[in-house]
């Protein structure tokens, strides 16, 4: 079992950045990728960005290209999104997720899941 917290969330400006973490405790040896989605309210949870944990390779979603970027610290078992130039349609509750196989974009190729975190852009 792999348990994910994460934590960083709160509310912003638009425009403003924020970096949100999430901790890997447990069997995190079987960790092949870790990756962050988002879920606003009515809408369904989307897929934001994910890094290998042995390379680091990454892959993001169009929306955040460029604004975005995850990294991982191995030796604490850590992954992090930076957030940049963030906007009001960032909103959402962001988690973080864990994949034991190659994941990419979809929540079903995921095993583990935090609890997630609120993340708010004001306009």
């Known amino acids: 079992q792999v348990q994910l917290v994460e934590s960083g969330g709160g509310l912003v400006q638009a425009g403003g950045s924020l970096r949100l973490s999430c901790v890997a405790h447990?069997?995190?040896?079987?960790?092949?990728?870790m990756g962050w989605f988002r879920q606003a309210p009515g809408k369904e949870r989307e897929f934001v960005a994910v890094?290998?944990?042995?390379?680091?390779?990454?892959y993001y979603a169009d929306s955040v290209k460029g604004r975005f970027t995850i990294s991982r610290d191995n030796a604490k078992n850590t992954v992090y999104l930076q957030m940049n130039i963030l906007t009001p349609e960032d909103t959402a509750v962001y988690y973080c997720?864990?994949?034991?196989?190659?994941?990419?974009?979809?929540?079903?190729?995921?095993?583990?899941w935090g609890q997630g975190t609120q993340v708010t852009v004001s306009s």
């Open positions: 997720a864990a994949a034991v196989k190659r994941a990419y974009g979809s929540p079903d190729e995921y095993d583990y």
């Open positions: 447990g069997r995190t040896f079987s960790i092949y990728a």
């Open positions: 890094t290998t944990w042995s390379t680091g390779r990454t």
